[in-house]
């Protein structure tokens, strides 16, 4: 399988985003899928996953109530809605994808609990 993510860019403080994330090689109705950031000098962090349509979204502490990650089946493609975006929120973000998570049912956003993953974009945000 291979995901593709794009939509990352430089913007200022407060403002949105939305990422894209276009799967190929296999169904999202099958897989879980989560979104994941790295910043220089920082460890990858879940950002936000879920494992199938029956479990509740993951959200991080710092992006719960401004970020939202959704789903197109018609599409294969993930997306992630950034509101009210911080300086803090700059790092490259990944998508991506594991056919044990949604077995499991439960949503896991470590990193390692993922399979598939996508080469990633940067998102810059300035204050």
């Known amino acids: 399988g291979q995901l593709v993510e794009s939509g990352g860019g430089l913007l200022r403080v407060g403002g949105s985003l939305r990422l894209s994330c276009v799967v190929h090689g296999f169904s999202l109705d099958e897989y879980a899928v989560g979104w994941f950031r790295q910043a220089p000098g920082k460890e990858r962090e879940g950002v936000a996953c879920?494992?199938?349509?029956?479990?509740?979204?993951y959200y991080s502490d710092s992006t719960k109530g401004r970020f939202i990650i959704s789903s197109d089946s018609a599409s294969n493609t993930v997306y992630l809605q950034m509101d009210n975006l911080r300086p803090e929120d700059t790092a490259v973000y990944y998508c991506?994808?594991?056919?044990?998570?949604?077995?499991?049912?439960?949503?896991?956003?470590?990193?390692?609990?993922?399979?598939?993953w996508g080469q990633g974009t940067q998102v810059t945000v300035s204050s």
């Open positions: 879920i494992a199938n349509p029956d479990t509740t979204p």
């Open positions: 991506a994808a594991d056919r044990v998570v949604f077995r499991a049912g439960v949503t896991y956003c470590l990193p390692d609990e993922y399979d598939y």
